[in-house]
């Protein structure tokens, strides 16, 4: 059982490039997250999804796009990639249902230059 | 949503307890209290949750009060593998879609 899974582990852009990190998971889990984490700081959600089919604004969302067409995939798409956007990204799922668990991935670092 | 206050650092040695305390004057009825363990370079882990009264598993104990208006996470005998940083969060399942880390309690064991 792999859990959360994410790629690439270790990402270098440009200013303006663009970017997907990937992410899946194969615990049948309908809800899934992507959170960013700066330097000493705690995370911060991005975009998440209930359903396939389902996304929704987290509470940083712009610079960044995601979709879920798919129970297990949820990609995260950095469009004209911007310094602010170097950072730790955190994908993560849970079940739906009163006190569920967030499992997380093991990151992605992206650093924009 | 309710918003949850923790310490910023704790130190402890090994060997001792430690205690480490969330409040969240807010929580509604039907949130739970879940706490997360975060090192260096990982996401963060589940530890241990709770509704009410007290909880243990292999790793912790959750103590909640009555009114459930705070928590305190307990670590026995902490070894120095429990340098962490610690997050309390308080939701249901339909609030964690909208739930935030905040900086959490960094916690450094010491020999």
């Known amino acids: 059982n792999a859990g959360v899974t994410q790629t690439p582990k270790f990402r270098i852009l440009k200013i303006g490039q663009s970017m997907t990190l990937q992410c899946t998971q194969d615990?049948?889990?309908?809800?899934m997250y992507w959170y960013r984490q700066d330097p000493g700081m705690g995370l911060k959600l991005i975009y998440y999804s209930v359903g396939a089919g389902i996304t929704d604004k987290g509470e940083v969302p712009n610079g960044y796009n995601v979709s879920r067409s798919t129970t297990e995939d949820f990609p995260l798409r950095l469009e004209l990639a911007a310094p602010s956007q170097t950072s730790v990204y955190f994908c993560?799922?849970?079940?739906?249902?009163?006190?569920?668990?967030?499992?997380f991935g093991e990151g992605s670092w992206l650093t924009v230059v | 949503l309710a918003k949850t206050t923790q310490p910023i650092s704790m130190d402890s040695y090994e060997g001792q307890e430690v205690n480490i305390t969330c409040s969240h004057n807010?929580?509604?009825?039907?949130?739970?209290i879940t706490w997360y363990q975060q090192f260096p370079s990982q996401g963060p882990r589940f530890i241990i949750q709770?509704?009410?009264t007290k909880v243990t598993n292999e790793v912790a104990s959750l103590f909640i009060p009555a009114d459930r208006k705070s928590s305190t996470l307990s670590l026995p005998r902490v070894s120095l593998s429990d340098t962490a940083v610690y997050y309390c969060?308080?939701?249901?399942?339909?609030?964690?879609?909208?739930?935030?880390f905040g900086k959490g309690t960094m916690l450094l064991v010491s020999p």
């Open positions: 615990m049948n889990h309908n809800y």
């Open positions: 993560a799922s849970s079940y739906q249902g009163r006190g569920n668990t967030i499992y």
């Open positions: 969060l308080v939701g249901d399942g339909e609030g964690y879609s909208t739930l935030t």
């Open positions: 807010n929580i509604a009825t039907n949130d739970y």
């Open positions: 709770g509704y009410k």
